[in-house]
């Protein structure tokens, strides 16, 4: 088998959707959260820690489909990307929606990591010749984005471990 000419950029590309260097990783953010949280709205905030990491799921889950599904149709911006107001989550759906995020997340990361796929090639049913990598930097980017805020959040609402 040849060497892979983009090597060192799925590399980049997979630390950037995991996280790592500068950014709260998933993980950090969810660590240790306690439950009866789940459904509290910080100050000044129109939707709950739950509402913010399904919003991450749904976001995630739709460039995922967009990437790989020719047929996918993306959901109603902006209301289809995140739950209704009222809606509450348990923890059961808590748990749920972070391996969700979790299990996308890897589905991205394998095809950033498939030598098959030329990542700046652009996506045969996609538009104006967005790319894999461009997906993968959009997922990365707003995930970053997102995780950041739930951690602030958790500061904000006194939510972290002491030890923190």
Known sequence: MADDPQKA??????NLLDGR?????FDQA????????INTKPPNVPYSFWHLLEHLRIAQWDILEYVRNPQHKS????????PAPDIE??????????ESFKRDLRDM?????NVENDLMQPIPHGYGGHTILREAHL??????YHIGELGILRQVVDAWPNDR
């Open 30 to 37: 969810v660590a240790d959260f306690p439950t009866e949280h």
């Open 89 to 98: 989550a348990d923890e059961i759906v808590w748990k749920a929606t972070i």
């Open 75 to 82: 959901p109603e911006w902006p209301k289809g990307y995140w």
């Open 21 to 25: 260097s500068a950014h709260l990783t």
């Open 139 to 144: 997922l990365a980017d707003h995930n970053a």
């Open 109 to 113: 990361k394998a095809i950033v990591a």
């Open 9 to 14: 950029l799925r590399e980049h590309v997979i």
